[in-house]
């Protein structure tokens, strides 16, 4: 099914926030089961608009833009001293394939040690061990410079992993490391402590975004609707259960439901401020905010 400016339902097994870096995955995996209903709404354009999105030394440009929510930080004691009233600015990508069609492609999954905290501190299933997998199955590594690892790499994933033609400052930056007796690794390989080359998403010298991987083919399923420029403002509850959103578009308040669930993606600073602007989230905070506590979270 094409982008649609008005859902042909008023009701989805599925509905989910935000095209960005995880929503357009969750959207493609969802709608490959035949059976299931999904809608994706997403606060920003279609990312076809932006050609330049494509290009990888554009990405600069893409800043400040309408695909960028402009964030800024509050002022900072212990930080940002060199910046305007101590704040420092904070892009965000609003267009599908979210923050992926903005940054600068780095493919870094992050500490293995990381992960392994975060298992320890009760998030269950997110430990190294058990990530690893769903990087493997997402990877298309194309990396010249690895021999084939597939321990740690995929090589029939829809995202594709490179490593570009190395400067001399970056090759002399490795030899100084290796000088120095520090091992030249692959920092999402097995030992990531030491110095490499950083490996990137970019397929054909053009980016590649979630929208680009997962929502080009999966676009045209019967049971997928995609609405772009429609910003969800409140997740509507039942008691402590979520069963649909309200959005708007071009001014106008819509309301739909989920007859399974309501899949919040709207990143690092979309999730918590939505959840507040619901009701959902600390009470002190809430209550300086006027919102009428629905979920306390501690």
């Keep these: 099914m094409p982008l649609m400016s008005h859902p042909s339902e008023r009701a989805y097994d599925f509905i989910i926030v935000g095209a960005g ?37 554009k990405a600069i440009s893409l800043r400040r833009t309408d695909i960028d929510w402009q964030y800024m930080t509050e002022p900072q004691e212990k930080a940002c001293h060199g910046m305007v009233d101590n704040t420092s600015y904070w892009p965000r990508g609003k267009v599908l394939g979210g923050s992926s069609a903005l940054n600068h492609m780095q493919y870094i999954r992050g500490s293995r040690h990381d ?7 009760g998030c ?7 990530v690893l997998p769903y990087f ?12 084939r690892d597939p321990e740690y790499h995929g ?25 120095l007796g520090h091992a030249v690794v692959d920092p999402n390989g097995k030992n990531q402590l030491g110095f490499g080359f950083s490996p990137t998403n970019i397929d054909n010298k053009g980016r590649v975004t ?22 969800v403002t409140k997740i509507l509850l039942v008691g402590s259960n979520a069963k649909g959103v309200q959005y708007t578009r071009n001014g106008q308040a819509y309301e739909v ?3 399974k669930e309501v899949i919040v993606s709207c990143g690092a600073i979309g999730s918590p401020q939505l959840l507040m602007l619901s009701g959902i989230g600390p009470n002190d905070s809430l209550q300086k905010l006027d919102v009428k506590d629905l979920r306390k979270l501690h």
């Design 155 to 179: 090589y029939k994933g829809p995202i594709t992993v490179t490593v570009a033609e190395p400067s001399p400052i970056a090759t002399a930056f490795l030899k100084a490391g290796e000088e």
């Design 210 to 231: 979630t929208a680009k991987a997962y929502l080009q083919t999966a676009i045209g399923r019967q049971n997928l609707t995609v609405i772009v420029r429609s910003h």
């Design 115 to 121: 992960y392994d905290g975060w298992h320890k501190l």
């Design 257 to 259: 439901y989920a007859k």
């Design 124 to 130: 269950m299933g997110w430990s190294y061990k058990d």
């Design 136 to 147: 493997i199955k997402s990877e298309r590594n194309c990396q010249a410079n690895l021999k």
């Design 21 to 57: 870096s995880s929503g357009a995955v969750i959207a493609s995996r969802l709608s490959e089961v035949a059976n299931f209903t999904v809608m994706l709404l997403e606060a920003g354009d279609d990312d076809n608009n932006w050609p330049d999105i494509n290009i990888p030394m």
